[in-house]
């Protein structure tokens, strides 16, 4: 017999359309583009299903298993994955989360659906975004990009290693770093030699991400120097590649993708670009790469305000609802603009590359990915909070979105990387700085701190040169600055007058570096109402 009833707790968060419950991206999509927003709002019901969080759960309890042998002694080099993580990656196949745009146009679109359904779990996201970053560096080899490109478009998710053209879909990774060198790829030591039409490559890859996909982006040291090579896990003939699995890394998180550290003995790959232009030539696919980031971070911050909102919405303390205590509504107001920010910006990004902006692409997601990648992990501990013990809980779904948060800000650069990355654009790509403060300029005059803001960043740009050693003790606050004032300008722009007076006050007015919730003020009504509605009931 049970001892007393439970009351006071929240009910499962199942349901809620985690298209159709974000306001601004409903109103961003629909009020601002001309993008179709009916399959957000099916796939928005599918990711919100008790089934789909299922598949999430299941995909990260049963993370993947490595079968270097079958049970006759050969070398099979494979990975098992839980039914779960194939349920997901259909889903996100057949939505053309991966290479779809490259065929069809609409990277909004799909940087859209990206952050609907990465909400659910973002491991599987991995194989997806590096599918979809690899057809611009696949394209610098006109003939491997015709042979290729419309099995990477397709929306048949077809898993299992045989030859890449007798398949009905693709899926691409990526195999850069090595242990000597980390970020710094020139020092790897993996060594391609040509032979015929191809090259025999020899060397041992620390990262490895998603060994199971059928092609794969590599770097190595060509006679001509540093270059890329498209090398498959089956060849032509049907005949395996060697690509020998040493082990799976044992992750903080992301642990239903299965990362790995692969040797190459003899391994045949095609030179995709030049001899020695092997950075040149994956340099669009890192930018495509760390869109994704941007979009993966932000969904991370919209999962955990989710499930800190539906907490608050249903629980009470010291005699009223948690969602009535003022700290509390300081705290989710606060979240709910930085996500809100984080959203506009992702979407802007995407859009650009629609609409052909590469020049403010390349330095925008770069600040993007610096700022919003860094501010998750925090942001995702914040909300967790609102939970207060039971957020510390694996049932509550926060553990998971808190070991996945640092991911995205180590993912393609970690914050130094970023930052000097940053650093150099603004050095030496004067169209993209000259792309930027064009956008920043729409607002000028629209808010006294945001002016303010612009004009110091304007001043640092000036001023770089002088004391190189100084530029790159600067490059995280110059990076975060840039970042920064984009969001304000987007906010001020297409946002709510009380989330950009929010923003505005707490990221560009503020003299100490902030803490959500620690700028007490008459938090707006509208600010909340919109962020709580979907989940009271």
Known sequence: MPTHEVLNTPPPLAGVNPFSADAALVHGLRELTDVETKPLVALGELAGSDQAQEWGRLANAYPPVLRTHDRFGHRI??????????????????????GTPWRDGGHLLRAAKFYVWAQVESGHGCPISMTYAVVPALRHEPALARQYEPLLTSTTYDFGLRAPLSKQGLLAGMAMTEKQGGSDVRANTTRAEPVGDHYVLTGHKWFCSAPMCDLFLVLAQAPG??????VPRVLPDGARNPFLIQRLKDKLGNRSNASSEVEFDGTVGWLVGAEGAGVRTIIEMVTMTRLDCVTGSAATQRAALSQAVHHVTHRSAFGRPLIEQPLMREVLADLAVESEASTITWMRLARSVDDGESAFLRLAVAAAKFWICKRTPTFVVEALECLGGNGYVEDSGLPRLFRDS????????????????????VRRDPDSVAAVFAELATTEGADARLDASVASLRSRVDGLGADPDADERGARAFAGLLARCLQGSLLVREAPSEVAERYLGQRLGA???????????????????????????
């Open 406 to 425: 640092p991911l995205n800000g180590i993912w393609e650069g970690s914050g130094n990387v970023i930052a000097l990355d940053v650093l150099r654009a």
């Open 77 to 98: 080099d494979e990975v098992e994955f839980h039914p779960a993580w194939h349920e997901l990656t259909t889903v996100a196949i057949g939505q053309g989360l991966h």
């Open 511 to 537: 003299a100490t570096p902030h803490v959500f919730g620690d700028s007490p003020g008459a938090v707006s009504t509208s600010v909340l109402d919109r962020l709580i509605a979907p989940y009271v009931g």
């Open 225 to 230: 120097g540093l270059s890329c090579f498209l």
